[in-house]
Every structure is written in structure tokens, then in C-alpha cells.
């Protein structure tokens, strides 16, 4: 059972649209982090959320934590090509070396 | 470049042989992970080192996998035997450890093992 659910797992979408992805748990974190991956390399750091109903904005990026902080979204604004790549979500428990990946969404933005 | 670096980039052998990674961390780090990837999943935590001490270990590592950091600097995965299922992007990450923060990992770009 994975403990983060990730949703959907594919998305494909033309330039400038906008786009929403999310995380579920039926757990708590202590935190929460954004990742994204390209082929062939590891998964880069967007951001980390620690407080019930957070809001953070990077760019075209805004990420909210749950009040209950159980779940996550990221909500990208006027998509660009360069925003393709593997997002993934990763909560922390209790100790902050327990860090667990959600299985990523795949996402794809066409020209 | 002072980011996390991870060698060899790619590794293909056969089944049964034994393979070994190196993972030099961000130099001021005192935290080192291990993850596996596999195609279409998140990464899986394997092992984490806090200076030379292994403090953790997932039941994902078996007994034919082994890792150290011997001086508490670079890392060594070991993995005897292998067998097809370990077939997978091997990750090493690299955190600075101050306590009572979330840590934020930084990943090397990972050894891509592939067993014949």
C-alpha cells in the first residue's frame, strides 16, 4: 500500500493551459516536499511546507498544504514545455530522515 | 559544480556479479541517503548515514546489499549476486541535518544499474 497517493499519474497538456496535481495520505507529515525529476537525473527540491494550510508560490507554482496535513497540491499556472518532467511529493514522519515518495506524477507540456 | 555526484552514470553486467557505487555527498553534509528508483515509482529509501554511522536500514536491503562511509565523506553501495530485480536507478542524497528542521535532500543523478 502506498502510503502517498499521487494523482493523476499522467497528465498531458498544451502550452498555457493551467494544470492541478495532488497528494493524499491517510497520515500526518510533519512536512511536506515537492520534487520534480527529468530523465536521467535525480529529483531536484521545489519546496517544503511544514504549517496546516500553507500556501507557497514559486513563479507560475503554488503549493498548498491540507489544514490537516494530510494531503498536498500543486497548481501550475499558463504551463510551459519546460515545466515537463516527473512530480513527485514526499512526507515526513515523526524523525526527519523518514521521508517517504509518493510515485509521481508524469507530466507533459506540448508546444 | 559542488553538488551531490554519483559514479558510475550507468552499469550493465550480468546476473550473479557484483556491483559497487560511489556516492560523494555535498562536502559540509553530515547526512547521506540511499534510494532505489524504478521506472514509473518514487524513490525507496534503501539506508541512511549520519557521519560514518549507519543508523538505518529499510527491509528493501537485503543481506546481499551493503553500504558504508568510512570516513564519514563518500559513500560505497555494494550490492552481491545480483539478480534481476535489482535492476534500477540507484540515488544517493545528501542533507545537512540540523535538528528540529525538515531536512531538504539533494540528489545526485543517480547510477542506472542494468543485470543481463
Known amino acids: 500500500t502506498q502510503l502517498l497517493e499521487q494523482s493523476p499519474q499522467f497528465l498531458s497538456i498544451q502550452e498555457g493551459e493551467n494544470l492541478t496535481v495532488y497528494c493524499n495520505s491517510s497520515?500526518?507529515?510533519?512536512?511536506l516536499q515537492w520534487y520534480r525529476q527529468e530523465p536521467g537525473e535525480g529529483p531536484v527540491l521545489l519546496v517544503t511546507v511544514v504549517t496546516g494550510g500553507e500556501v507557497k508560490k514559486l513563479k507560475r507554482l503554488t503549493f498548498q498544504f491540507g489544514d490537516a496535513r494530510k494531503d498536498s497540491s500543486l497548481h501550475i499556472t499558463a504551463a510551459q514545455p519546460g515545466d515537463t518532467g516527473l512530480y513527485l511529493c514526499?512526507?515526513?514522519?515523526?524523525?526527519?530522515?523518514?521521508?517517504?515518495f509518493g510515485s509521481g506524477t508524469q507530466l507533459t507540456v506540448l508546444p | 559544480d559542488t553538488g551531490v555526484s554519483q559514479n558510475p552514470r550507468h552499469k550493465i553486467t550480468k546476473r550473479g556479479q557484483n556491483v559497487t557505487f560511489r556516492c560523494d555527498p555535498i562536502?559540509?553534509?553530515?547526512?547521506l541517503y540511499w534510494y532505489r528508483q524504478t521506472l514509473g515509482q518514487g524513490p525507496e529509501f534503501l539506508t541512511y548515514?549520519?557521519?560514518?554511522?549507519?543508523?538505518?536500514k529499510s527491509r528493501l536491503l537485503s543481506d546481499r546489499f551493503s553500504a558504508e562511509r568510512p570516513k564519514g565523506s563518500f559513500s560505497t553501495l555494494e550490492i552481491q549476486r545480483t539478480e534481476q530485480g535489482d535492476s534500477a536507478m540507484y540515488l544517493c542524497?545528501?542533507?545537512?541535518?540540523?535538528?528540529?528542521?525538515?531536512?531538504?535532500?539533494?540528489f545526485g543523478d543517480g547510477t542506472r544499474l542494468s543485470i543481463l
Open positions: 542524497a545528501s542533507s545537512a541535518g540540523e535538528r528540529g528542521r525538515s531536512t531538504e535532500r539533494h
Open positions: 562536502s559540509e553534509h553530515n547526512r
Open positions: 548515514f549520519q557521519n560514518e554511522a549507519q543508523l538505518e
Open positions: 514526499a512526507g515526513a514522519r515523526g524523525s526527519a530522515r523518514q521521508l517517504t
Open positions: 497520515s500526518v507529515f510533519s512536512s
